[in-house]
């Protein structure tokens, strides 16, 4: 689970996600993102549907997995960005932690232009 300042609370921050941020679109999940920069950490949420799985135990499970993805890319260096993972398939189950944090990996760093390890010259 990744820490509590990096999560979102309430829902009026969400809504302005889905409305001004841009979007990465995959066949497992979207990437609604936009710039805070009136935040010194990133923000992060997982949307999951009732339209993806039906369980909650899965749904939860699905969160859970993508939450320690994204736990493994956020450094102290990340850029602050407001970010929200949309689950769009239920095949994310079946991919490894590995494959499923590659993927996500890929997400992040096209949305933020951010790799980890790479100083950038931003000041």
Do not use: W
Not at 17 to 40: E, M, S
Not at 41 to 60: C, D, I, Q, W, Y
Not at 97 to 121: C, F, R
Request: contains cysteine.
């Amino acid at each position: 689970m990744i820490a509590f300042k990096y999560r979102f609370h309430g829902h009026g921050s969400l809504r302005y996600v889905y409305k001004n941020g841009q979007a990465i679109r995959t066949h497992l999940a979207t990437l609604k993102y936009t710039n805070n920069p009136h935040r010194k950490h990133p923000r992060f949420a997982v949307v999951v549907s009732k339209k993806v799985l039906k369980s909650a135990v899965g749904r939860n499970r699905i969160r859970r997995r993508v939450y320690e993805a994204l736990r493994q890319h956020i450094t102290p260096e990340f850029p602050s960005y407001d970010i929200v993972c949309i689950v769009s398939s239920s095949e994310i189950l079946t991919q490894t932690p590995t494959e499923l944090t590659a993927l996500i990996g890929e997400l992040l760093t096209q949305a933020t232009n951010y790799t980890p390890g790479v100083k950038s010259d931003i000041i």
